[in-house]
């Protein structure tokens, strides 16, 4: 019987190469992504204040967005103290009232009648920017005071920057009492709620990486989204 030949293994030499290269760029490529997605949360959490901060300078108008305790008397704390000419609320359900908001500070109802403007139409981070643009732009504010959550600033300030490059941006970041008497990562809620916010602030610096620059002018408006 005459011998076979060895059977041969598919493939050459430089495909093994090729293969090889290949699965060292990939994982480079998931060590890097890993890297920027660490160092970015790391920026982030640096990012978000454990402790309110005191405003000393005015500006032309305070928005504060809903969604947090002691958000909105935070904002009318502000607005009494002269720091802006008006105070928008953005984001408020359809049924809430000035009058509402009012009774809830009953030491500052003739200011609420007065210099309160309310936003219905927002429903989420990105509406809450579009409108702000569109209420300090009919005002022809050019600097604003921004109130919400710490955890919730630095995604706000990005949207916010987004619609309204030539504006000049205070934040006031609410602290929580949960976040101001313990660091977040010793309470499990807590760290996935700034786990949660991180992803986020992520997905929107993704968003308008690709997204148009919105016009100065534009005063369109509208719904915008699930509310998040």
Not at 44 to 60: G, K, L, W
Request: hydrophobic letters at 45%; aromatic letters at 6%.
């Amino acid at each position: 019987m005459a011998d076979h030949a060895p059977e041969r293994v598919p493939g050459t030499p430089s495909t093994w190469r090729a293969l090889r290269l290949l699965a060292r760029a990939v994982m480079v490529a998931v060590v890097a992504g890993a890297a920027i997605i660490c160092g970015g949360f790391v920026w982030f959490v640096y990012h978000v204040p454990a402790e309110e901060i005191a405003i000393h300078s005015n500006a032309d108008g305070i928005v504060v967005l809903t969604g947090g305790a002691s958000r909105i008397a935070d904002a009318i704390d502000l607005l009494a103290a002269g720091r802006g000419k008006r105070l928008l609320i953005s984001g408020v359900h359809r049924t809430t009232t000035t009058a509402e908001i009012a009774r809830i500070n009953p030491r500052y109802e003739g200011l609420v009648a007065c210099c309160v403007d309310l936003d219905y139409s927002a429903v989420n981070t990105v509406g809450n920017a579009i409108e702000t643009r569109r209420w300090a732009r009919a005002r022809g504010f050019t600097s604003l005071i921004v109130v919400t959550s710490a955890y919730h600033m630095p995604r706000t300030m990005a949207e916010l920057e987004k619609q309204l490059p030539d504006t000049v941006l205070v934040p006031f970041p609410v602290v929580t009492e949960k976040l101001r008497n313990e660091p977040w990562w010793a309470s499990a809620p807590t760290a996935r709620l700034i786990l949660s916010e991180y992803a986020k602030f992520v997905v929107a610096q993704l968003r308008m990486r690709i997204e148009p620059v919105p016009g100065l002018t534009d005063t369109s408006g509208g719904r915008h989204g699930a509310k998040s």
